[in-house]
């Protein structure tokens, strides 16, 4: 088994192949700042400029689109670094500038440690 350090729910899941069908190939960064800023933002692949310490936690696998790449600001991964993230949405809007805010719902992320196996696996 493949230790991830992102995944994403199957409503998530939903939602991306209906943005990507609106707005082409998609990505998502988790920044740290505060209120929606903790948020994972999801914006058109390219749209945002990826930083040298930001993280690539790696790509979300949804049937029918293409990889779609997950991203974290270096400081907050030093935080958060032992978490595994979940992608999920909620009914409700955010206030940022993600791409599902005119859906009327917005994603967040739910979290739980890594296990002493996964930590191992990654840091193999």
């Known amino acids: 088994m493949t230790t991830r350090r992102v995944d994403l729910t199957e409503s998530a899941g939903d939602l991306l192949r209906k943005l990507v069908a609106l707005h082409g190939p998609v990505m998502f960064h988790q920044s740290g700042g505060c209120c929606d800023g903790s948020a994972p933002m999801c914006y058109p692949l390219g749209e945002f400029k990826v930083g ?33 993230l979940t992608i ?28 002493d196996e996964e930590s191992a696996a990654l840091n193999g």
């Open 52 to 84: 040298q310490r930001d993280v690539h936690l790696g790509d979300l696998a949804v049937d029918g689109i293409d990889a779609v790449p997950v991203w974290m600001s270096g400081p907050q991964f030093e935080y958060w670094k032992h978490t595994h």
């Open 88 to 115: 999920d949405v909620v009914t409700g809007r955010g206030s940022g500038f993600s791409l599902e805010a005119p859906e009327g719902v917005r994603f967040l992320i739910r979290s739980r440690l890594f296990s």
